[in-house]
């Protein structure tokens, strides 16, 4: 076969191709790349149209909405699968089943919600994808509309003149990008994850009391604490979580608010898509998500976005804190290693798993209650200074609930101080909190 003949000096036809190229010098020139259709005939110019239909046709099946959940979902289970996740035995099953029933016994005497009454199930990490990916799609769907809206703001006018049909297939590109990051950051979660609500945020529709089994068992190794306490100090959680969110209806909506609000705020790094997307097999679905693995979002430093995550970070303290006061109630007296698995549960929301910081590296969302133990200190003042009725009260309208300025002040909250001053001097704060945890934390020594 013959040889083309080289270029002879002076002959810029190749550059003009190149200027002909309206993608030229975006994110998407190498996405075009990535998928086969980088160039016209010859190896330059604009994009092969024809040929990117077909490579995107192949790796994308059809799908409706923003983002690509078929996939999101697929992409989690294989991540899942990646390690051992048997299902759980009829046993597994009874014995989450007994520790639900004797945790909603202990919490009838710590808190004044009734029981949810959700039925007691094991869970395997892939049953607990299963049951949460409608939840997941609620929470990550306003960041999708981002993703998208960005990804087409970032072609050129001449660009989007140019690619026609093109654009709807863009948008389902991005779709499907972002479904993989989701469906790898919540399967890298599902390897972490105690229970249905272990993140703070409800992700299922209270029917069930879940734990998810192999997690349980894995984090109970090295406390040296009996499996059977581990299992029950869990089904406290679990069953004091849906209590809260089965009585106060307005917490989930008022939880995703702030998600929400926080997303606003969401940017989405192209740069880091051009990257990946330069070194990307489109016939390799496991590279394309080793190649996204860094995350495409980065949050933007405004006063908006600083202020609707302080809310957001607020909000998953009180339900935290909330749980960790009624739980410490409900134990007293009656679980010696309570005092030690309250303290490892604190130190492990409080600092996030690997899996937590992958799935905020991915999707762009943390969900930390950094102020946990501020939290359960107020909830902790208000039911010592009044009662149980006092401190559950305080649920009844999102109003009512303590702000981060509380946090700082959990006896002048507990006070009932309306005049913005604080109530007592710092050597009276000091000494208060300190005698109030002191008072706590005795029966657990």
Same mark, same amino acid.
């Given at each position: ?139 990550? =769907?306003? #960041?999708?509309?981002? %993703?998208? +809206? ?7 006018? @001449? /660009?989007?003149?140019? $690619? ?121 679905? =496991?590279? #394309?998500?080793?190649? %996204?693995? +860094? ?7 405004? @006063? /908006?976005?600083?202020? $609707? ?127 109030? %945890? ?8």
């Amino acid at each position: 076969m013959a040889e083309p003949p080289s270029k002879r000096p002076g002959d810029d036809s190749g550059d003009d191709d190149n200027q002909q190229n309206p993608f030229a010098g975006t994110p998407f020139e190498q996405i075009f790349a990535a998928f086969g259709g980088g160039a016209g005939a010859g190896g330059s110019g604009a994009p092969d149209f024809s040929a990117l239909l077909q490579q995107v046709q192949q790796m994308f099946t059809p799908y409706e909405g923003t983002v690509n959940w078929r996939l999101a979902k697929d992409t989690a289970r294989s991540t899942v699968a990646q390690q051992a996740d048997p299902s759980p035995a009829p046993s597994d099953h009874a014995a989450v089943d007994a520790a639900v029933r004797l945790a909603d016994l202990w919490l009838d005497t710590a808190c004044t919600f009734a029981a949810a009454g959700g039925r007691a199930v094991a869970w395997s990490r892939a049953e607990w994808v299963e049951a949460t990916m409608g939840a997941w799609q609620e929470v990550v =769907e306003p #960041m999708a509309g981002h %993703l998208t +809206g960005a990804m087409q703001k970032a072609i050129p006018q @001449e /660009a989007a003149a140019m $690619a026609g049909p093109m654009m709807g297939m863009l948008s389902q590109a991005g779709g499907s990008m972002f479904g993989a990051q989701v469906g790898q950051g919540v399967g890298a979660l599902a390897g972490e994850v105690l229970s249905s609500t272990d993140i703070g945020i409800p992700l299922t529709d209270g029917s069930h009391t879940a734990l998810v089994l192999a997690n349980a068992r894995a984090f109970a190794e090295g406390l040296d604490v009996d499996e059977s306490d581990v299992l029950l100090y869990l089904a406290l959680r679990e069953c004091a979580h849906q209590r809260l969110f089965h009585h106060v209806p307005w917490l989930r909506s008022h939880l995703m608010g702030a998600v929400e609000d926080y997303g606003r705020g969401l940017t989405i790094d192209l740069s880091r898509i051009e990257e990946a997307m330069g070194s990307l097999d489109p016939s390799n679905l =496991e590279a #394309m998500q080793e190649a %996204l693995s +860094g995350g495409l979002f980065v949050p933007e430093e405004t @006063e /908006a976005q600083r202020a $609707a995550l302080q809310r957001l970070e607020t909000a998953l303290a009180l339900v935290e804190g909330w749980v960790d006061d009624v739980v410490g109630q409900a134990t007293r007296d009656r679980m010696p290693a309570a005092g030690k698995l309250q303290e490892a549960v604190r130190r492990r929301r409080a600092a996030g798993g690997p899996a937590e910081q992958t799935f905020a590296s991915l999707v762009g969302l943390e969900l930390r209650p950094r102020r946990l133990r501020d939290a359960a200190a107020l909830w902790g003042a208000l039911r010592s200074v009044k009662d149980l009725d006092a401190r559950d009260a305080v649920w009844a309208h999102p109003d009512l609930l303590p702000t981060s300025a509380d946090l700082d002040d959990p006896l002048g909250f507990s006070a009932g101080d309306d005049d913005g001053e604080t109530a007592t001097t710092d050597a009276e704060f000091d000494a208060a909190l300190e005698a109030l %945890l002191s008072r706590e934390d005795e029966p657990d020594q």
